[in-house]
């Protein structure tokens, strides 16, 4: 196509941004043209979501994409974010309150009482999915038990921003699958487990292929010039199913870890793989682009440094993380790492003192607390995630019986060149650092192969998203 205009919105759990890409037949330009801040809220002893806040930094950074974009009209607009939360709405189409952040701690008791419904075992058998206990599955289960009102229906927070613009209300693939009630194998709701575990399946959406258009945006962005024929589209609603679709890689040899808040360590099949083996890794297949499977596991990521930075800061710290980061490098490496995974770490506050906890429990002694000592706390949290990647990437190998040759880094992790290094030395394969915002060149790419098929009814392919993420990468834009 000669050109092609589309704004691609990235939910992040800390920061979103909103960019507009743009192809003029030749060349591709990204730039971001709005970043507002999110995170959770304290209500009424739960975390939560600000869906206000979050619905006006959308709507301001279309205003901003407008103005970045004079006389130019828009084509499509795509929202990705992070996955398993949603948002419950009232027969009106509204919501029925603030979204659970998935780090509240009401499903903390919910895998084991879902599993006396269905049992482990045939729960990964039928979605092929690793048991975390934010699933939405439980999430879903806890609305249940603890009485909150049936919802006529719910929408993932992505998904629902798209409906609040104007877009059907549907289920992307690639963020359906994390849920942990698609069936792997007929990609569609798996009516089995909404039975057992008592779940309203009329109120689950219709799941849409990444790609698919939900129609025009409506509202007060519609009335702005450039977005008078926008399409909505949904792309790969997952931020990582989107960042790994931003990858331009057709081979098969080569592993991704998606770095930011979470790590999401994978690799990409064309079917799922279910097998004891990959049950008991705890390995998950969620949905990516033209109904290929990204097999990966969820490994805790820099939200312990985040978090070690909010305490810090709190009692006076004024280090940046770059000036952090270099002070770990000319330090030596820890002799012992600790267990990132733990589910202690997987809650917010007092991270510092959680750390220390399980360096205990690995033999070490515990960091001093002061902020004298915060470049050495950093180093063991850097040692300890590369040691960590490098276990799941074995176990990844073995498991999918596939050499790996090549690891590709992507998100804001991967401008991290110490810890990109300690990934290299353990792992043995080469690093391949990818875009900063992966996930926003595979909402474009998705964006731009959907509306370069527009009207013929075809799924996009993972080959026509490859290839529009090989022009957007940094190195081929202007």
């Not at 979605?127 to 919802?151: C, E, K, M, V």
Request: some cysteine; charged content about 25%.
């Amino acid at each position: 196509m000669d050109h092609l205009c589309s704004v691609a919105i990235d939910l992040g759990a800390g920061s979103c941004r909103v960019s507009l890409g743009a192809w003029d037949g030749s060349q591709a330009t990204v730039r971001v043209v709005h970043r507002f801040a999110n995170g959770p809220v304290e209500r009424d002893g739960h975390l939560t979501w600000d869906l206000d806040r979050l619905a006006s930094g959308v709507e301001e950074g279309l205003k901003c994409a407008a103005t970045a974009a004079p006389g130019i009209a828009i084509d499509s607009i795509g929202i990705d974010g992070w996955a398993v939360d949603y948002v419950r709405l009232g027969a009106d189409g509204k919501p029925l309150g603030a979204p659970f952040c998935y780090r509240d701690p009401r499903t903390e008791t919910a895998m084991p009482e879902v599993w006396s419904r269905i049992p482990q075992s045939r729960l990964y058998e039928l979605t092929g999915i690793q048991f975390l206990r934010f699933n939405t599955l439980y999430q879903l289960y806890a609305d249940r038990r603890d009485g909150l009102a049936p919802a006529e229906r719910w929408l993932n927070i992505p998904e629902y921003l798209l409906y609040r613009l104007g877009g059907a209300p549907v289920s992307e693939y690639t963020n359906a699958t994390h849920t942990q009630l698609v069936d792997v194998r007929t990609r569609d709701w798996c009516d089995e487990i909404f039975e057992a575990v008592g779940l309203n399946r009329a109120a689950a959406p219709e799941i849409v292929r990444p790609g698919t258009p939900l129609g025009q945006i409506q509202g007060a962005p519609a009335s702005l010039a450039p977005f008078r024929d926008t399409e909505l589209i949904a792309p790969a609603c997952h931020d990582t199913g989107a960042a790994v679709a931003g990858i331009p890689d057709a081979a098969s040899d080569w592993a991704f870890i998606s770095s930011g808040t979470w790590s999401l360590v994978g690799t990409v099949l064309d079917e799922a793989c279910t097998s004891e083996a990959a049950r008991a890794e705890n390995f998950t297949n969620e949905g990516g682009v033209g109904r290929r499977i990204r097999f990966l596991k969820n490994v805790n990521g820099m939200w312990l440094l985040e978090e070690c930075l909010r305490e810090w800061r709190a009692h006076g710290y004024t280090g940046d993380l770059p000036e952090l980061i270099a002070e770990c490098a000319r330090s030596p490496l820890p002799r012992i790492t600790f267990a990132v995974d733990a589910a202690d770490l997987l809650l917010p506050g007092r991270m510092p003192a959680r750390i220390n906890r399980e360096i205990e429990k690995a033999g070490g002694e515990p960091v001093p607390e002061d902020l004298g000592h915060a470049p050495e706390m950093a180093n063991l949290i850097f040692a300890s995630l590369a040691a960590r990647y490098a276990e799941v990437l074995s176990a990844l190998s073995r498991v999918t019986e596939r050499r790996l040759r090549r690891l590709y880094i992507v998100g804001g992790g991967s401008r991290n060149v110490y810890l990109n290094r300690l990934i290299e030395e353990r792992t043995g394969l080469e690093v391949v650092t990818g875009a900063v915002e992966s996930s926003t060149l595979g909402n474009l790419a998705i964006q731009f192969a959907a509306l370069e098929n527009s009207g013929s009814g075809a799924e996009v392919t993972p080959a026509a998203v490859a290839g529009w993420a090989e022009r957007l990468q940094p190195g081929n834009r202007e």
